[in-house]
């Protein structure tokens, strides 16, 4: 089996800068992903909740706020250290994720991966024992960078300076480096990829989200630049909700489709 002790190192080396730049909804990626997340989350208090590739913990600590009982994990000891001296009400261990879940496999309500899966470098293991570690009406959601547009280079050309991001390549595995707090890798798989590994593990999907790429919170969207209105129409994540398939029993509304409770994080 492969271990990722050269990505676990270049963690350890950034995170320090890491901590210090993402932190909740400061955090572009988790503006885009919030309500989508508690959406799917529902209600957590009481809850066991798994936060999966946890960094230094802020994640972990909004949902034990929200009165669930959090494990994080996580390769990066560095980025466990931050974790721990940030919250130290949290349970925290340290495991190389290529390598699964740790064990013996816990069983947990909810297991959340937010911006974690597109860094690891083999994820079969991994996604299966996510789907032997959720409770029979348990709930998987995870975000990643958009597979397709993505450090995809933006091109202004044409006559009427038309804008796009400029995809030459999709289908093919790939190890692209990504300059971000002092750099790391980043291993790009193809959507397909994914929804097929989970349907693989015995998960069926609930919900797919590609949000707007927004600018700073700061900026009302009647201020928006020409480029901040086009940029916005090209999401740069992803967010996925899964379930186990043998607990199909999720109740429909008059619509015929999922309720969501209303206020997620009450307790």
């Given at each position: ?82 974790a ?43 996604l ?62 193809p ?8 349907v ?40 996925v ?5 043998a607990?199909?029993?999720?109740t429909?509304?008059a619509?015929?489709?999922?309720p ?7 307790r």
């Amino acid at each position: 089996m492969t271990d990722s002790a050269e990505d676990l190192s270049l963690w350890d080396a950034a995170a320090s800068a890491y901590a210090s730049h993402v932190d909740g909804p400061a955090d572009s990626f988790y503006r885009r992903f919030s309500d989508f997340l508690w959406e799917r989350l529902g209600v957590v208090n009481g809850l066991k909740v798994l936060d999966l590739g946890c960094g230094h913990g802020w994640l972990a600590e909004e949902m034990r706020q929200a009165g669930a009982r959090v494990t994080g994990v996580d390769g990066s000891a560095a980025l466990l250290a931050e974790a721990r001296s940030r919250y130290p009400a949290l349970a925290l261990e340290q495991h190389d994720l290529v390598h699964g879940l740790p064990r013996p496999l816990e069983q947990f309500d909810r297991v959340v991966a937010h911006m974690v899966l597109m860094d690891v470098p083999v994820l079969d293991r991994l996604l299966a024992d996510i789907a032997a570690a959720l409770r029979p009406e348990g709930v998987f959601v995870f975000s990643i960078l958009h597979p397709a547009f993505f450090s995809r280079a933006i091109v202004d050309e044409g006559p009427s300076g038309e804008r796009y991001r400029k995809v030459t390549g999709y289908l093919s595995h790939e190890t692209r480096w990504v300059e971000s707090f002092g750099g790391h890798h980043h291993y790009h798989r193809p959507l397909s990829w994914y929804i097929e590994q989970l349907v693989r593990s015995g998960l069926v999907i609930t919900g797919l989200h590609e949000p707007p790429t927004l600018p700073g919170p700061d900026i009302p969207e009647a201020e928006w630049t020409d480029y901040q209105k086009w940029f916005s129409t090209i999401p740069t994540m992803l967010a996925v909700s899964a379930r186990l398939a043998a607990s199909g029993h999720e109740t429909k509304n008059a619509s015929g489709s999922s309720p969501v409770a209303t206020s997620p994080r009450s307790r």
